[in-house]
């Protein structure tokens, strides 16, 4: 993978792993493609650990640590091995030094500092590693009740961000049971989301796009799985190690998750840069909303990647006003989609995207706002890191 700087992160310590987790997730080149909690299993993998880089942190048990760079360097002449610590002991980086380590990294580290040490260690691989501006990698469209539109709004907005030609853009149909896309696009895959998650290891990224379905409009498309049995053994590490791949992939990464609140949602929720919370003005709708967010408030700095989108707006005369809905919610409501029934189920009947059939209606320049709001210039995906939000959930 030229573009893609392959990261595998020993730490047996869960705080200072879950905060370098965060931080490399930060960076829009970097796949953490492994995250090994033990010394020991590390040293067992170390013949089959197929990194461009691999992380240690010395803190646990430094001895350990230093025998195992020792052994990942012996084990390949190539390996590129970078410890970190807490401790700046000379005594503990001389021994790292010793084992084959050419840097070494001091915790807790910034993001500039670690892109600067991956740059010197990888220098002649990848000049492209940087903190370059980008728009949300990873937009996740939900919401808290079914049959608000989330599949409607995921299908548009998808297909209009790939509509700029070089903004390659997937959607991944994450209701693993029950999804839709594929439907409302009309294409037959050959390959679904269980089988890229099953062999996507084994994919460069040129494989991986060809084995993933592309629509006419140019949008890559990854379908819920076929069975149930499949869709059952898609596990959230796998779909986090799967995102992370995407995210580097391409440029855009459109979820559309599941009817009810599923452990793979929750895993897009913690990858996601913007969670599209998807809205009807009507009072079931509202208040299992209000619900949603109390629960997103629970989790540090998640609520700030929330925006709400009104669907079908104006559908009735009594629904609720959005400036009541925004008291409710205790959030501002982004946009509103016009409500247009009848071409709408045209196009869900068609198998194609709005754009097709109603180009430049009100409800089409509604997915061209949203677009454009969600490629700006100037958003700095580095500075953000995402965390492990929804351990202790499940």
């Known amino acids: 993978m030229k573009d893609v700087i392959r990261v595998v992160l020993v730490d047996p310590l869960e705080e200072s792993r879950t905060s370098l987790q965060r931080l490399l997730g930060g960076i829009t080149t970097i796949w953490l493609s492994d995250v090994v909690s033990s010394y020991q299993e590390a040293t067992t993998r170390a013949k089959d650990i197929a990194a461009n880089l691999t992380i240690i942190v010395l803190d646990q048990d430094p001895d350990q640590a230093v025998d195992l760079i020792q052994t990942l360097t012996q084990a390949n002449s190539s390996a590129v091995v970078l410890p970190a610590?807490?401790?700046?002991?000379?005594?503990?980086?001389?021994?790292?030094?010793?084992?084959?380590?050419?840097?070494?990294?001091?915790?807790?580290?910034?993001?500039?500092?670690?892109?600067?040490?991956?740059?010197?260690?990888?220098?002649?691989?990848?000049?492209?590693?940087?903190?370059?501006?980008?728009?949300?990698?990873?937009?996740?469209?939900?919401?808290?009740?079914?049959?608000?539109?989330?599949?409607?709004?995921?299908?548009?907005l998808a297909t209009t961000l790939a509509a700029a030609k070089d903004q390659e853009t997937i959607l991944l149909d994450l209701d693993l049971m029950f999804g839709?896309?594929?439907?409302?696009?009309?294409?037959?895959?050959?390959?679904?989301?269980?089988?890229?998650?099953?062999?996507?290891e084994r994919l460069d990224l040129t494989l991986l796009k060809r084995s993933i379905?592309?629509?006419?409009?140019?949008?890559?498309?990854?379908?819920?799985?076929?069975?149930?049995?499949?869709?059952?053994?898609?596990?959230?590490?796998?779909l986090r190690r799967l995102f992370g791949l995407l995210r580097v992939t391409?440029?855009?990464?459109?979820?559309?998750?599941?009817?009810?609140?599923?452990?793979?949602?929750?895993?897009?929720?913690?990858?996601?840069?913007?969670?599209?919370?998807?809205?009807?003005?009507?009072?079931?709708?509202?208040?299992n909303t209000s619900r949603l967010l109390g629960l997103f408030r629970e989790y540090e700095g998640l609520t700030e990647r929330v925006k709400l989108v009104v669907n079908r707006a104006g559908a009735f005369d009594s629904e609720i006003s959005q400036k009541k809905a925004e008291q409710t919610l205790k959030m501002p409501i982004s946009w509103a989609i016009p409500n247009a029934g009848k071409v709408f189920h045209e196009a869900r009947i068609k198998g194609v995207p709005l754009s097709l059939i109603a180009k430049g209606s009100r409800p089409h320049q509604a997915f061209l706002e949203i677009a454009r709001a969600l490629r700006p210039a100037g958003a700095d995906q580095s500075s953000k890191p995402k965390r492990g939000l929804f351990a202790a959930f499940f």
Not at 213 to 238: C, F, K, N, Q, W
Not at 256 to 264: A, F, N, R
């Open 180 to 200: 839709s896309v594929d439907a409302c696009l009309d294409i037959t895959p050959d390959h679904t989301l269980s089988h890229v998650a099953q062999n996507f």
């Open 85 to 156: 610590s807490r401790n700046s002991d000379s005594g503990v980086i001389l021994k790292a030094v010793r084992a084959g380590a050419r840097e070494f990294l001091t915790l807790p580290a910034d993001p500039t500092e670690v892109l600067d040490t991956i740059r010197r260690l990888l220098r002649g691989r990848n000049e492209s590693l940087s903190t370059t501006v980008q728009g949300p990698r990873i937009i996740t469209v939900t919401g808290a009740a079914g049959g608000v539109g989330c599949t409607t709004l995921a299908v548009n």
């Open 250 to 287: 391409f440029n855009t990464v459109v979820i559309d998750t599941s009817k009810g609140l599923q452990s793979s949602d929750f895993t897009a929720f913690e990858m996601s840069d913007v969670i599209l919370v998807v809205v009807q003005l009507d009072l079931v709708c509202l208040r």
């Open 213 to 238: 379905a592309r629509h006419d409009s140019g949008l890559y498309v990854l379908p819920h799985p076929v069975t149930m049995h499949d869709a059952a053994a898609i596990d959230p590490e796998t």
